[in-house]
């Protein structure tokens, strides 16, 4: 993801972008300019956006949570797999020594 000065900038941007539109809009529909340049303005568009670039971080970050967790998982398996494997083959060749040895029949 972008770094916090460039998603700085983009808020204030957008922010811009969203008063400039919404002055043409009240403009085309009362046929008068409104500006609301306020700083307060600004900031609460700010802080929209922020506010949704940290929803999409969140999603992102699970999601990366998930993958992790598949991936342990995915390692668990094969280590019991592995196990698994290693308690056959060890048992596999007690059974041939025994046999060799005459203790089983």
């Keep these: 993801m972008a770094p916090l000065s460039l998603h700085l900038f983009a808020g204030v941007l957008f922010s811009f ?13 009362l046929a008068q ?3 609301d340049l306020s ?3 600004l900031q609460q ?4 956006y922020l506010a949704i670039v940290g929803i999409l971080y ?3 970050y699970y999601r990366k949570y998930r993958e992790h967790e ?11 797999q592995a ?4 308690l056959y083959g060890a ?8 046999r060799r040895e005459g203790a089983l029949p």
């Design 17 to 29: 972008l969203k008063m400039l539109i919404e002055h043409k809009a009240f403009r085309m529909l």
């Design 33 to 35: 300019p409104i500006w």
């Design 39 to 41: 700083l307060v303005a």
């Design 45 to 48: 568009n700010i802080l929209a």
């Design 58 to 60: 969140a999603f992102d």
């Design 70 to 80: 598949l991936k342990a998982s995915q390692l668990e398996m094969r280590l019991t």
């Design 83 to 86: 196990r698994l494997q290693q």
């Design 91 to 98: 048992e596999h060749r007690f059974e041939i020594g025994n």
